[in-house]
């Protein structure tokens, strides 16, 4: 009970006092719980890859999609990812699980291919974690090298970016070597630190839904607007993320933000129904 209690105050940032509360229990016990069951999600083949769109303001075309993870857990059901991927970066199989991440996205860009379906690009997320070491830093490079690097996007927050970790100039050169864009995600939120534009070339800053949220108040609006000149003049592409309603959207094309994604026009999809949605969009290119 006491290293749980010192665990609480681990997880806060440290030095400061936490006392045992019988709910800590339970969270041990559910971390545990998932801890077991994600060791054998990839050899059961329990994850599967969603598609959101990212669309061209525009002219409303999809201009990429961004694949996201879905966890069906034979013994716990449909676990999301703001549950299971904390544990996975603690545990350190967000290293394999990751990997299969690349792999399924480089088959699918390859089937896209050969059907004629479609040429966007794909982008994935990438944790700290997954090129921590110098040993997974290098395997990532690998897997990712295996095909598809001039349609795959990596997406990275400032915190992968803040720890100094072994592996990190490894994985920064060897990615940039591979061609492989890579995007900040959630920029606003953290230290938005501008070192990091300057220390890092990014093709793509993805502008944190809490700023979309209150883009109608003149504030965030400013903010907003402020980002996308500043991407523009860096020469990255700017996507709005989390954009819900049609009174965003308008705030944004005024802004002359270039792309959005957000339940206004898709939540993540399976991957039948995203062809789907794409198959939709350029009828309705043809039509219109
Ligand atoms: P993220 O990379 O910031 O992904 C965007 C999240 O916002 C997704 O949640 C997406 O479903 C959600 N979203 C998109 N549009 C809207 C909107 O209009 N409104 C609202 N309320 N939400 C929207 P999701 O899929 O649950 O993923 C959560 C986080 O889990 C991701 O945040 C990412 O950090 C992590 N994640 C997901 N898949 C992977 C993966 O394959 N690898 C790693 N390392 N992390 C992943
Ligand atoms: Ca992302
Ligand atoms: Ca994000």
Redesign the pocket.
């Known amino acids: 009970k006491a290293d749980a209690a010192r665990m609480g105050s681990k997880n806060r940032g440290g030095n400061r006092i936490t006392f045992f509360e019988e709910q800590m229990n339970a969270m041990a016990a559910r971390r545990l719980e998932l801890e077991t069951h994600l060791r054998r999600a990839i050899a059961n083949n329990e994850f599967e890859l969603?598609y959101?769109p990212v669309m061209d303001i525009s002219d409303d075309t999809v201009y990429a999609a961004?694949?996201?993870?879905r966890w069906h857990s034979a013994e716990l059901g449909f676990v999301?990812?703001?549950e299971f991927?904390p544990v996975a970066e603690e545990t350190g199989l967000?290293v394999d699980?990751?990997e299969w991440?690349v792999g399924a996205v480089q088959e699918q860009l390859q089937r896209w291919q050969q059907a004629r379906v479609t040429d966007i690009r794909v982008s994935?997320?990438?944790?700290a974690r997954?090129f921590h070491s110098e040993d997974s830093a290098r395997g990532l490079l690998k897997v990712l090298a295996a095909g598809g690097t001039d349609r795959i996007t990596v997406?990275l927050?400032e915190s992968a970016l803040v720890n100094d970790a072994p592996g990190s100039d490894i994985f920064f050169n060897g990615i940039r070597e591979l061609g492989v864009h890579v995007a900040l995600?959630?920029f606003g939120t953290g230290f938005s630190s501008v070192g990091y534009l300057r220390d890092f070339e990014f093709d793509v800053l993805k502008i944190d839904?809490s700023f979309i949220d209150s883009i109608c108040e003149v504030r965030d609006h400013g903010l907003v607007a402020s980002i996308v000149a500043m991407g523009r003049i860096l020469g990255m592409r700017v996507i709005a993320?989390?954009?819900?309603d049609e009174a965003q959207l308008l705030q944004l094309r005024q802004i002359g933000c270039d792309f959005v994604?957000?339940?206004?026009y898709a939540?993540?999809l399976p991957l039948a129904e995203f062809e789907e949605f794409l198959q939709n969009r350029s009828q309705q290119q043809v039509a219109g």
């Open positions: 969603y959101q961004e694949a996201l993870l999301p990812p703001v991927i967000i699980i990751g991440v994935l997320n990438v944790s997954q997406e927050t995600d959630d839904k993320e989390g954009v819900e994604q957000g339940y206004f939540r993540p």
